[in-house]
């Protein structure tokens, strides 16, 4: 596939290979994008973001509702692209192409309701007679750079409200799972003028770094780890930030929880698309009254799940994104071994694939638990009651979601006021997101929400109009 800068597709002739991390294949080839190629995908944004912010709201939304028609057409190619380039079984490619759809619609929904507000300037001395009122405008040009493991849905939670608050967009998608997103920007380049959405294949460090650097980008809205978030931050000068960044997201489950429906979640929490979710449930923290009963019905669950080639329908996990990070999930996993934790099943790597592996006796201060792991790994810790629950799901720097399980309703809500989190679920995993919910996390986890009509209000700023009538 090839980048798409100011409305023409582009090809090179070095390319960069795309590879399925199921069985080593190429999957395709797309051009190696460099700095220039960045340079003129923000000249092109600038040209045609003076046209778009003068297309009428109503035609902004009646095009995403049509480009909504147009995935909704290739959903079987999207969850193939999807499946293809990140490995994600094709059961869970399917489940992230219904939710882009959502994510679309609830944009070309959202671009008719940017509103202002009356300021009551007579609250001031002075202001008496004096009409204020904003307005939400568009910043302008938006650098989106995406991370690899929902390569659809996260691209559009950016794309979308970007174009329903009439900003143009410069995409980098995962160099590792970009072909989704570049059949994506193809649609959307049907619907709007040149430039208004480009989107660049090459390397973080080359094709971000300028997007992040380059004056003509207004704002960075960047999904991915801790590490690439603090360097975004330190590069992006004056420029608005929405930094949605790494999770090491709890799970407590009470001694009055319904424990096979705390299994059920903390099945889906650990082990969706391998573990590679940033919330997804990195640590299970277990009152010890129900340890028992909770880990021998959850080590049962999980060796239940089929691991293997990730388009077959009845595969639950997966391969890693590559055997580098199935690596040092391995390392990880026999580090805490080396430490004192106990291996109760799974620990075995094959290639890119790691079994579901659920680890016992885990100390709050191993990296296991303090560093997000990216991989089918589930760390048990004991406590004793809801206080020690709590101090160990805050000893932490990430703070993105947590989960708890409880049908005491005191315990839910201390919870929900103690714990350090963007978002504290009760009797759901950390792992649920709805996409108009306000998204994203506090602590080293980011700044900023996403979630659409959050992801506007970032995306707009406000302009005062103040009217005196003579
Ligand atoms: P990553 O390595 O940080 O990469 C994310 C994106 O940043 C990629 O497109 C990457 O380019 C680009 N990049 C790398 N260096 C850059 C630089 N110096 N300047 C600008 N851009 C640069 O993350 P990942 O491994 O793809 O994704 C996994 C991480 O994302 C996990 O930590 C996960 O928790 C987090 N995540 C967070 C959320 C959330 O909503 N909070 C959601 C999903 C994932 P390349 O193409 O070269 O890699």
Redesign the pocket.
Known sequence: MNMLINGKQIAKSEKIEIINPANNEIVDTVPHGNRTDAKKAIESANKAKRQLKDVPSHIISENLYEIHEEILKNSKTFAKLITLDCGKPIKNSKEEVKRSLQTILLSAEEAKRIYGETIPLDACAGGENIIGFTKKIPLGVIGA??????PLN?VIHKIAPAIAAKNVVVL?????APLAALKLAEIIDTYFEAGVINAIT????EV??E??KNPGVDKIS????????L??SK?AGMKKLTL????NDPLIILEDADIDKAVDAAVTGSYSNAG????GVKRIILDGKIADEFTDKFVKATLKLNVGDPMDIKTDVGPL?DESAAIEIENKVNTAINEGAELLCGGKRDGTFYTPTVLDNVKSNMNIVQE?T?GPISPLIHVNGIDEAIKVANDTKYG?QAGIFTCNINNALKAAQEIDAGSVLINKPSTYRADNMP???CKM??MGK?GIKYAVEDMTKIKLVILNPI
């Open positions: 750079i995406t991370p690899f493991n929902f996260l980098k998608p995962s160099i590792k090459g390397f973080g460090r971000g770094d997007i992040v960047f999904t991915g780890s801790v590490e690439t978030g360097n975004i590069n949605e960044l790494g999770g590679q979710v940033c919330i994104i997000e990216f993105l998204f994203g996390g986890s980011g996403e």
